[in-house]
């Protein structure tokens, strides 16, 4: 039965089955216009994409169109291959079927990855380990300006000498976000970056990728377990099921959302039931 | 090795003025109880002469130009025999760490070389050398290799693979990828490799001069064996542990020096 559910589905049917409070529609149109105007973001086209290891069939066809610019989180049982959609995305793993196209050329600098382990050289300064975001960039004059400017942008521009031994994991999380975002990147692809974070210093970084992403523009894709973090953040709230985008849903609410407001509540609650569903099939 | 026992002490309470001194209240200590011990006639001079009197003979071989000649000579063979073994156990380690190939062409046959205690060639390479300087050199290159092999190769190998693809990720080439990630990285295995091999240096140049040499520390101890010089003979032995002691310090200031990043090495 789940084999009939799919993006191509009338949205309707769709809609049914998820039990979608009404405001949350499900869409396939896409809300190009309004945020591509002042975005420096790429659009990310996934066709047929299929990922197995050995006989485990992870992803059996992934078709999804983002437009540049979106805030798209993933959310989905865990081992439903949430981590390997983002690595084929940002390219860290072969596709055995398929396409992802970002639109045009890309240089390497333009998309980044942030996982849930900061992965800081503990025998880098905190601004040598922003350096490194740079890429192809690090030896030039202005790497450490940037570099500067991108700690400053996290707001630990005063750890820039400290060993990252030292800092709390918060801002060890906040140092490799300087460090992607150092280069500008065009796509920022986020692993469960804020998982391992307590609930404070979560919301505290939530606001800060919140921030970033409308001031640069990018277009971002987060894998979350959290569908609280999902709602508040992003644009459109994708649901992996059996290796298929199971729903797509569309989050209108205005910006800066309130958390815990009534609206994303329902939103949340149908995600969630969502996801326990597919979780009592198995 | 350093790493653990540098962990498990309790920074916090040192005071660091007192820091450098207090190490040396036991040995002190010791060598007062032995002068007294040994003044007092409660141990015999033939079994162990007072540490005044091997200051004395120590005195009379720095005079007479012997002392400085052997130590130089010992110290020599030391370092030359450290930096040729440590450099070849340090490539083959990078190699093997570094290259599949590598590994499986060398690293077993050097695994079943390792099984050889290094000591019991000796009388083949008496036999391949005679008492001469390589054969002094051969065996400490020899000692010291196996060590820094091992831990090189295993700092290389458990380098963190999340650091390597994030090196990959942003970018890096090989050779930045190692300078800048598996060098690092691995430098910690490295060091604790470098003090095993320090320990064996020594270990193996006191029995390669006993029993094969016509000069250094160790031939000077068996000279003075054959003449009855009991005094010469335990200023050996002090001066050797003075060397350990003095080579494995060098190893910690270098070791201070480049893991100042290891939570291990910072003050707190
Ligand atoms: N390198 C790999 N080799 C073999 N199997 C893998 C590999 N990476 C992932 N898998 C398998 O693919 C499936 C999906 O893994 P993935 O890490 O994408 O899940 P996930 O959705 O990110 O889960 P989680 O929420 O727990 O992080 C799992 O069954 C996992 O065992
Ligand atoms: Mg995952």
């Given at each position: 039965m789940q084999t009939a559910l799919r993006t191509s589905l009338p949205e309707t049917e769709l809609a049914s089955r998820a039990g979608f409070a009404p405001?949350?529609?499900?869409?396939?149109?896409?809300?190009?216009?309004?945020?591509?105007?002042?975005?420096?973001?790429?659009?990310?086209?996934?066709?047929?994409?299929?990922?197995?290891?050995?006989?485990?069939?992870?992803?059996?066809?992934i078709d999804l169109h983002i437009p540049a610019g979106q805030f798209v989180a993933i959310v989905g049982k865990s081992g439903c291959g949430k981590s390997t959609l983002l690595r084929l995305i940002a390219g860290l793993d072969k596709i055995d079927a398929g396409s992802i196209s970002f639109g045009q050329n890309t240089q390497p600098e333009d998309i980044r990855v942030m996982f849930q382990e900061p992965r800081l050289l503990p025998w880098a300064r905190v601004l040598s380990n922003v350096e490194v975001g740079l890429g192809r960039d690090r030896a030039s004059g202005d790497a450490h300006t940037r570099a500067e400017k991108a700690l400053t942008e996290v707001g630990?521009?005063?750890?820039?000498?400290?060993?990252?031994?030292?800092?709390?994991?918060?801002?060890?999380?906040?140092?490799?976000?300087?460090?992607?975002?150092?280069?500008?990147?065009?796509?920022?692809?986020?692993?469960?970056?804020?998982?391992?974070?307590?609930?404070?210093?979560?919301?505290?970084?939530?606001?800060?990728?919140?921030?970033v992403w409308r001031d640069q523009g990018f277009t971002a894709i987060l894998v979350t377990h959290d569908v609280a973090e999902a709602v508040a953040l992003?644009?459109?709230?994708?649901?992996?099921?059996?290796?298929?985008?199971?729903?797509?849903?569309?989050?209108?609410?205005?910006?800066?959302?309130?958390?815990?407001?009534?609206?994303?509540?329902?939103?949340?609650?149908?995600?969630?039931?969502?996801?326990?569903?597919?979780?009592?099939?198995? | 090795m350093s790493l653990i026992d540098s962990i498990s002490l309790p920074r916090r309470l040192r005071l660091p003025r007192v820091d450098g001194l207090i190490q040396w209240i036991v040995p002190l200590t010791i060598i007062a109880i032995w002068q007294v011990a040994s003044v007092t006639g409660f141990v015999p001079s033939r079994v162990l002469p007072a540490p005044s009197d091997v200051l004395l003979a120590g005195w009379k071989l720095l005079v007479s130009g012997e002392?400085?000649?052997?130590?130089?000579?010992?110290?020599?063979?030391?370092?030359?025999?450290?930096?040729?073994?440590?450099?070849?156990?340090?490539?083959?380690?990078?190699?093997?760490?570094?290259?599949?190939?590598?590994?499986?062409l060398t690293d077993t046959t050097l695994q079943m070389v390792r099984n050889v205690p290094h000591l019991a060639l000796i009388p083949?390479?008496?036999?391949?050398?005679?008492?001469?300087?390589?054969?002094?050199?051969?065996?400490?290159?020899?000692?010291?290799?196996?060590?820094?092999?091992?831990?090189?190769?295993?700092g290389i190998r458990t380098v963190d693979p999340q650091l390597i693809e994030m090196g990959r990720i942003y970018g890096m080439t090989d050779g930045e990828?190692?300078?800048?990630?598996?060098?690092?990285?691995?430098?910690?295995?490295?060091?604790?490799?470098?003090?095993?091999?320090?320990?064996?240096?020594?270990?193996?140049?006191?029995?390669?001069?006993?029993?094969?040499?016509?000069?250094?520390?160790?031939?000077?101890?068996?000279?003075?064996?054959?003449?009855?010089?009991?005094?010469?003979?335990?200023?050996?032995?002090?001066?050797?542990?003075?060397?350990?002691?003095?080579?494995?310090?060098?190893?910690?200031?270098?070791?201070?020096?480049?893991?100042?990043?290891?939570p291990a090495f910072q003050k707190r």
């Open positions: 405001h949350a529609r499900v869409v396939r149109e896409e809300r190009q216009g309004e945020r591509q105007a002042r975005s420096s973001g790429l659009p990310l086209s996934i066709r047929g994409l299929r990922k197995s290891f050995g006989s485990n069939e992870v992803l059996r066809g630990l521009a005063d750890k820039r000498d400290q060993w990252p031994s030292v800092l709390s994991g918060g801002q060890k999380q906040r140092v490799a976000l300087a460090r992607a975002l150092v280069s500008r990147p065009r796509v920022l692809a986020f692993d469960e970056p804020l998982g391992a974070l307590d609930a404070l210093t979560r919301i505290s970084m939530q606001r800060l990728l919140e921030r992003a644009d459109r709230v994708l649901v992996i099921d059996e290796g298929r985008i199971a729903h797509d849903v569309t989050i209108n609410a205005a910006r800066p959302r309130e958390r815990g407001s009534a609206e994303l509540a329902s939103l949340e609650g149908s995600i969630l039931s969502n996801l326990l569903s597919a979780e009592d099939r198995t | 002392l400085v000649r052997n130590i130089w000579v010992s110290f020599w063979r030391a370092s030359i025999g450290f930096l040729i073994g440590g450099s070849i156990g340090f490539a083959f380690g990078l190699a093997n760490g570094l290259s599949q190939l590598s590994a499986k083949l390479v008496i036999l391949w050398f005679g008492i001469d300087e390589s054969a002094k050199l051969f065996l400490v290159a020899l000692g010291v290799f196996f060590p820094i092999y091992l831990n090189t190769l295993h990828l190692f300078h800048r990630v598996i060098f690092p990285g691995a430098l910690p295995s490295i060091f604790v490799g470098i003090r095993f091999a320090l320990g064996i240096m020594w270990l193996t140049l006191i029995v390669a001069e006993t029993i094969a040499a016509s000069s250094g520390l160790g031939y000077m101890a068996m000279q003075a064996r054959e003449f009855m010089l009991i005094d010469v003979v335990v200023l050996s032995i002090l001066i050797y542990a003075l060397l350990g002691k003095l080579a494995d310090s060098a190893s910690r200031v270098l070791e201070r020096a480049t893991l100042s990043w290891h």
